[in-house]
């Protein structure tokens, strides 16, 4: 499993990014300021580190300078976080040492996907391309689905939905969680779209004796049923 730490003194961002993560299956840490980040660091150094530009305590920009100077850090992958959309600033965050480089506001789904290409690269052991249940699969490098051998082709949002469950089976999200983690904090839609996606989702993976591995939960949402996976 790999481990991420998350440095973000904004506690909202911090909190989306920790459950993101985790809903991938990363053991996820998070620290609020520099100086706390820079003496966690000396103690255990993770997989992959997101790093916010601004922070209280030490900057992230003198942090990224300060890991990249010592033996132990100089290889960390690195993922800055900052509101400074200005080129001379992206030029100034990756010539300090930053791996990648994302601005405020960004798409989440985006993101994760930033941290799985980073960690395959750096760590490719710790990251699999494929997610499997019962006799359905998912390719998340080439974005190919199969049931029983056949593909299935879905439409991006039906596939990054369809991701997002399969990531933690049995696990029941709200359609407000399933919006944040599939469309993006920052992207207004009715939780309404939710129903209509999984809707063509289903119609798209179930043929029918097909066993529907999406669940509804009355009250609650939806979850990719965590007993799929044995079905024969």
């Known amino acids: 499993m790999a481990r991420v730490l998350i440095v973000e003194d904004e506690e909202a961002l911090g909190l989306l990014l920790r459950y993101n993560l985790e809903a991938e299956g990363y053991d996820v840490e998070v620290v609020t300021r520099g100086d706390e980040a820079d003496i966690r660091l000396k103690e255990s ?10 922070l209280p305590g030490l900057s992230g920009i003198e942090l990224c300078r300060r890991l990249r100077g010592r033996a132990e850090t100089e290889r960390l992958p690195i993922i800055m976080l900052t509101a400074r959309g200005e080129e001379s600033e992206r030029i100034r965050g990756l010539s300090t040492g930053a791996d990648d480089y994302v601005v405020k506001p960004f798409s989440t789904p985006e993101l994760m996907a930033r941290v799985r ?73 009715d939780e309404r779209t939710v129903d209509v996606h999984i809707g063509r989702l289903r119609k798209a993976i179930n043929r029918t004796r097909d066993r529907d591995p999406i669940r509804t939960v009355r009250g609650a949402g939806y979850a990719f049923d965590d007993q799929f996976a044995t079905a024969q």
Do not use: C
């Open 45 to 54: 150094v993770p997989d992959l580190l997101i790093l916010d530009w601004m």
């Open 117 to 189: 290409a980073m960690l395959r690269r750096a760590r490719p052991e710790l990251v699999s391309n494929l997610l499997k249940a019962g006799d359905l699969e998912i390719d998340r490098e080439t974005h190919r689905v199969r049931r029983a051998g056949r593909e299935i082709h879905l439409g991006p949002t039906e596939y990054r939905l369809l991701e997002f469950l399969m990531r933690s089976p049995g696990r029941v999200y709200s359609r407000e969680q399933l919006l944040d983690g599939v469309w993006g904090m920052d992207v207004y839609v």
